[in-house]
């Protein structure tokens, strides 16, 4: 019998992101780390920007991301818990992963949410949610969540949608902040996101660890004596993620098998 002990979590994935070169490499890299976890993992937790880009219509749904889904879905059928907390690429989950595989969707008002696991206490997020916001950033979380826009954005047809959110995702990324000036904006976005972990840390001292995703880089610090923050990398360049075994969280690399 298998022995499922261990609690995954990762995020950042974008999977299906015409910045990758390789999109069907990308998509296996990450199935063989779900199906090597296949034997030991009682829950996985996906932290957001799983896909890069993701609306469900009431009757189809995009096109792609078979092996990634069929490898959840093993997973699942094993009895794996599933829980996909919603990013700022793939906040339009709705209800089909859900009935056809069986995963938790999360989209927590506040931005994240506690959750115990063996007896330990946690704190989820994507992240984008996260820290001090900027009027332009609520303005786009309320867009995205409204009924209303999310009704007037189905009734266009995919060959439209689809096109322009896959441009305008690659292109923020391919005409990006030069260096220096993005260097300096992931300086003040990782001091916003320590400030909020101090601050929920010392309103929450039962939490353990602060666990998000969203600013693409692998980060395990302390936040107090009794809590750490943990960032979750991505897997656009890191192929991080971060196991716990009912004791400790560990932030690793998955080592590919080249074979």
Known sequence: MDARTRTYFISDLHLGSHCVADRRGHERAVVDFLRSIRHDAKALYLLGDVLDY?????TVVPRGYV?????????ADAGVAIYWIVGNHDVWLFDYLRDEIGITVLDPKTG??????????????????????TPGVRAMRAVFRSKIC?????????????????????????????????ERTRSMALASMREFASEYSSSH???????????????????????RMVILGDWISL???????????????????TQ
């Open 112 to 133: 994240g949410v506690e959750m115990n696991i063996d007896g330990t206490d946690f704190f989820l997020a994507h992240g984008d949610g996260i820290g001090r916001l």
């Open 67 to 75: 092996r990634f889904f069929g490898a959840l879905a093993e997973l």
């Open 54 to 58: 993701w609306y469900e219509y009431r």
């Open 150 to 182: 999310q009704t007037l954005y189905a009734s266009v047809h995919p060959r439209w949608t689809v096109g322009l959110a896959n441009m305008l995702s690659s292109g923020s990324r391919r005409h990006g902040l030069r260096e220096e000036v993005a």
């Open 239 to 257: 192929e991080t993620y971060a196991v716990f075994d009912g004791k400790k969280l560990e932030l690793k690399h998955f080592e590919r098998d």
């Open 205 to 227: 001292p039962e939490v353990r660890y602060i666990v998000m995703g969203h600013h693409h880089v692998a980060l395990d610090e302390a936040v107090s004596t009794g809590c």
